[in-house]
Structure formats: C-alpha cells, structure tokens
C-alpha cells in the first residue's frame, strides 16, 4: 500500500469525475465502483489497487456507463433553490475534483480499527506513518 498510494506526503490522487467504471471481478476478490474523469483513469486507478495484491486486471470484468447528457444531468454549477424562504444552493452531483489517498485502514465488527499506512498524522498507533 505504501509504495503504491503512499510514495510521497501528497499521497496518490484520482482524478475524480462524472463517468462511472465498475470492475466485479468475483473469482479475485474485487468489487470496484470508481467515478472517474474517463476509462483511460479507471483502468489506471484499477491496475494500481490490484497491484497491492500482485493480480493483473482482466478488462473483460471492466464495465463504463455515462450519462448521455452529463452537463444537464450533473451540471458544474446548479444554481440555487428557495426553500422555506430562504435561498440555498442545490446540491452538486458528481462534482469533478482530484481525490488525495490519506489513509488506509481496516475497520471489522467488534474489534478496532486497524490503521496500515497514515499520511494526515492524525491515527492512532499505524502500522506505517508517513509524515
């Protein structure tokens, strides 16, 4: 996980986006569900995650959807809505941002959180830290 999302203190970043990539991939283990820029930045992001295990992706599990219209579907900015009389803005679907990786963690029911790699400073006790 390190070398792969945690090389530097920036952390890995996905470029978050408006197309939707899914990787089901039973046999391995993987259910992924990605919102992403394009399939160019999935398959990336997917190669990568898979890499942690030392598995090499088969496209055939790899399935893109988009909206047709995305611009009326998922606008930039969706203006604003009255309600109770007052003026709020209406909520962003789907906004296109870059996602920094911080920390990876295992949370199981009934015990506690295990932390493997902590870039922010802020976990208790990690495995690795990076900071």
């Not at 990786?101 to 959180?113: Q, S, V």
Request: aromatic share 12%.
């Amino acid at each position: 996980i390190k070398s792969i999302f945690a090389k530097d203190k920036g952390g890995y970043v996905l470029h978050k986006g408006k197309k939707f990539a899914r990787y089901n991939h039973k046999d391995q283990g993987y259910q992924l569900q990605i919102l992403c820029l394009n399939e160019a930045e999935a398959k990336q992001f997917i190669r990568d995650v898979l890499r942690i295990q030392d598995d090499t992706p088969d496209w055939g599990y790899l399935s893109m959807s988009s909206v047709v219209d995305e611009s009326s579907r998922f606008p930039v900015n969706p203006g604003t809505e009255t309600f109770l009389g007052k003026s709020r803005s209406k909520p962003n679907y789907r906004p296109v941002a870059k996602v920094r990786f911080r920390y990876a963690a295992l949370k199981a029911p009934n015990a506690e959180t295990i932390t493997f790699v902590d870039l922010t400073g802020r976990r208790r006790s990690p495995i690795i830290s990076v900071f």
